[in-house]
């Protein structure tokens, strides 16, 4: 069973980098046809997409973060990570890890995604 573990800081100013990392137990990030995607829920709303990083390492980014949004991954310690600049208090969110079932083709929404991180709230405020 994947089991996926979101870690980093709960708080962050405005203005600066959010940064969090997702560490899998028992499957590797570099298996191919599968995508490791960060998601995040902002209070009342649904959940976004934000980017993801294949198997192969290739990234993609949601059309509307991509100019703030990197991801980037770890192979020897199983971890992929988040790095979102410029944080302003819409930043705030619960964000999530995902690891997609099988596929072809990039996986965009949350119902293609089987294995979940806990969550981990962040919050953006002076």
């Known amino acids: 069973q994947v089991q996926l573990q979101e870690s980093g800081p709960g708080l962050v100013k405005p203005s600066q980098t959010l940064s969090l990392t997702c560490t899998v137990f028992?499957?590797?990030?570099?298996?191919?046809?599968?995508?490791w995607s960060w998601f995040r829920q902002p209070p009342g709303k649904g959940r976004e997409w934000m980017g993801a990083i294949a198997g192969s390492g290739n990234t993609y980014y949601s059309p509307s973060l991509k100019s703030r949004t990197s991801i980037s991954r770890d192979t020897s310690k199983n971890q992929f990570t988040l790095q979102l600049s410029s944080v302003t208090p819409e930043d705030t969110a619960v964000y999530y890890c995902?690891?997609?079932?099988?596929?072809?083709?990039?996986?965009?929404?949350?119902?293609?995604?089987?294995?979940w991180g806990q969550g981990t709230q962040v919050t953006v405020s002076s």
């Open positions: 995902a690891r997609s079932r099988y596929a072809l083709m990039l996986p965009i929404t949350s119902g293609q995604y089987d294995y």
């Open positions: 028992s499957g590797s990030i570099a298996a191919r046809n599968y995508y």
